[in-house]
């Protein structure tokens, strides 16, 4: 049983063109959410953690909100260079001190 | 600045071979993993520390065996390579605070074929 899934699994936009990424948790006791950005052949970069239902974080285009089952990640105006994987990953109490990931959302963004 | 290093970003190993992959973390962090990546798999963990010489399995320990002699160092070992290890190998590090949960820092990954 899958206990993050990531949707869509890819995602072509235009630039200037704004969309959402979808993350959705079926843990109990969540500890933390965490983004991820990851280009090819790298590992993956750190971009938000989100805590509790109702909360948001910004960095540039993007932003991050939580709710109680799933996570946004709204890009607004994406350029070229937001092209990448991004990643979610799960704490949660009875998971003990390991991230769980899901699959992850191709992103390709042309001009 | 967070700095977890990878020894070798690139490796070509043989079937049967035994194949060491070393990561090293500047931070002091209490607890280190590896995974592996794949196509359409994602993220897998395949064993993590908690402390040295402390070790537990992951989703898919096996074939693979780990060793933390110190904190800062978190090697996983192929004890005889096979093609299906074939695969990038991610290892992160992250903190243990009391009462707050921090994201984990990744190294830049070793592509690892076995021929």
């Known amino acids: 049983e899958d206990q993050v899934t990531q949707s869509p699994e890819a995602l072509r936009l235009q630039e200037g063109e704004s969309s959402s990424l979808n993350c959705s948790y079926t843990?109990?006791?969540?500890?933390?959410l965490f983004w991820y950005r990851q280009d090819p052949g790298k590992g993956p970069e750190f971009l938000f953690t989100?805590?509790?239902?109702?909360e948001e974080k910004e960095k540039e285009r993007l932003k991050a909100t939580l709710t109680k089952k799933e996570s946004f990640l709204h890009i607004t105006a994406p350029k070229p260079e937001d092209s990448a994987t991004y990643l979610c990953?799960?704490?949660?109490w009875g998971g003990g001190n390991k991230l769980t990931f899901g699959t992850g959302t191709q992103l390709k963004v042309e001009l | 600045d967070v700095k977890v290093t990878q020894s070798s970003r690139y490796l070509v190993k043989r079937t049967g071979e035994k194949v060491f992959l070393e990561c090293v973390q500047d931070?002091?962090?209490?607890?280190m993993f590896w995974y592996r990546q794949d196509p359409g798999l994602g993220l897998r963990l395949i064993y993590f520390?908690?402390?040295?010489?402390?070790?537990e399995k992951g989703d898919i320990p096996e074939g693979y065996s780990v060793s933390r002699e110190k904190k800062e160092r978190f090697s996983l070992i192929l004890e005889s390579a096979s093609t299906n290890q074939t695969s990038m190998y991610l290892c992160?590090?992250?903190?243990?605070?009391?009462?707050?949960?921090?994201?984990?820092?990744f190294g830049q990954g070793t592509r690892l074929t076995v021929v």
């Open positions: 843990v109990s006791g969540l500890r933390g």
């Open positions: 992160a590090s992250r903190h243990e605070y009391v009462s707050l949960d921090t994201e984990a820092f």
């Open positions: 520390s908690y402390d040295v010489k402390m070790k």
């Open positions: 931070m002091d962090h209490e607890n």
């Open positions: 990953a799960v704490l949660w």
């Open positions: 989100l805590y509790s239902a109702g």
